[in-house]
């Protein structure tokens, strides 16, 4: 579980350690999510977030990005996962990760994590809260 209230916008993460994957679905909320969690991430050394443009701006791969995740990192977000050439070692990356965070991915070609224990993610909002629940 993951909370932080100290921001405009509240979080409520209501997911213990694992892999989450939130539906295909578009206007569900995952890319206002994401921007929120981005955004604590420069204040807050507990989140860890990555997306497609990290790619392409800085040339952070995934690789990369799941090799540095230290300690103290409580939510791990991967936007757009499926843009990546996933190998094998990433997918070995997330299942180590997953047993001590919590991992939030935005996923539209779902076998791509097939080899992953992975749960459904969903998500509610208001204008001063996002809430996750798997």
């Known amino acids: ?4 209230e100290k921001y405009s916008t509240k979080i409520y993460i209501s997911c213990g350690n694992g892999i989450y994957l939130f539906s295909n679905e578009s206007a569900t909320g995952k890319t206002r999510l994401f921007k929120v969690l981005r955004k604590i991430q420069g204040y807050d050394k507990d989140i860890k977030t990555y997306t497609y443009d990290d790619l392409l701006i800085e040339n952070k791969t ?5 090799e540095n995740i230290g300690e103290g990192i409580s939510v791990i977000f991967i936007d757009r996962f499926d843009m990546h050439e996933v190998s094998q070692k990433n997918i070995e990356q997330l299942k180590r990760l997953g047993k001590d965070h919590i991992i939030l991915i935005d996923c539209k070609q779902i076998e791509l994590l097939a080899e992953c224990d992975f749960n459904d993610a969903g998500i509610t ?9 798997g």
């Open 1 to 4: 579980m993951y909370i932080n």
């Open 125 to 133: 909002m208001t204008e001063q809260t996002i809430t996750v629940e």
């Open 62 to 66: 995934l690789d990369a990005f799941l």
